[in-house]
């Protein structure tokens, strides 16, 4: 499958997968790549810890899950999304964050990979990914993170300041009686 085809799929599956090229790389494992989603504010970051011992090309992104319920896997495939953050992701941990995020539920997905003479890709776990991950010519892991469904704001706002509210315990003062 030629790496246009391989992105173009993975971007309609709400989770793209940037894939970088590296130098040989020792075998995989399901645990090489984990995910711990956040918000702050209407940004919503994901610390993504990269043990492979090789650069990961990883995205972060974002869909709808209207009223805090996770969207059937054939909804995301179909419907993708629009808020997403790619980055190389070098060994070690690395926080990604997807900005000016509206507010909203959300369920929060992110994949990572690599192609060369060990090929492999981490993708955040969904009930029924794996009939799609088995499309695609190299290892699949699904990866368990923190949490699936982000709320943002992630802070109620502050209520008005209280100084600004007259004293209404007696009227008569306000009408200058």
Same mark, same amino acid.
């Given at each position: ?20 090229? @590296? ?8 645990? =090489? ?7 702050? *504010? ?11 011992? =090789?650069?990961?090309?990883?995205? @972060? ?6 009223? #805090?319920?996770?969207?059937?896997? =054939?909804?995301?495939?179909?419907? *993708? ?34 192609? #060369? ?30 949490? @699936? ?19 209404? =315990?007696?009227? #008569?003062?306000?009408? #200058?009686?």
């Amino acid at each position: 499958m030629r790496m246009i085809a391989r992105t173009t799929l993975l971007a309609a599956a709400a989770i793209p997968l940037a894939i970088a090229a @590296t130098a040989p790389a020792s075998a995989t494992a399901p645990t =090489d790549v984990t995910y711990a989603f956040g918000v702050t *504010g209407s940004t919503v970051t994901n610390t993504i810890t990269n043990n492979t011992g =090789d650069t990961i090309g990883c995205t @972060t992104s974002l869909a709808p899950a209207p009223g #805090g319920v996770l969207p059937p896997i =054939d909804d995301l495939m179909r419907n *993708g999304q629009s808020l997403y953050q790619q980055d190389d992701i070098p060994p070690g941990t690395t926080t990604q964050s997807v900005t000016d995020v509206p507010d909203g539920f959300y369920v929060a997905l992110a994949s990572c990979g690599r192609e #060369g003479t060990d090929p492999a890709m981490w993708v955040s776990d969904y009930l029924g990914i794996e009939q799609y991950l088995v499309q695609f010519p190299m290892t699949a892991y699904t990866v368990r993170q923190a949490s @699936t469904v982000v709320i943002v704001p992630s802070v109620a706002p502050a209520p008005p300041a209280a100084a600004n509210t007259p004293d209404l =315990d007696d009227l #008569g003062t306000l009408f #200058g009686s």
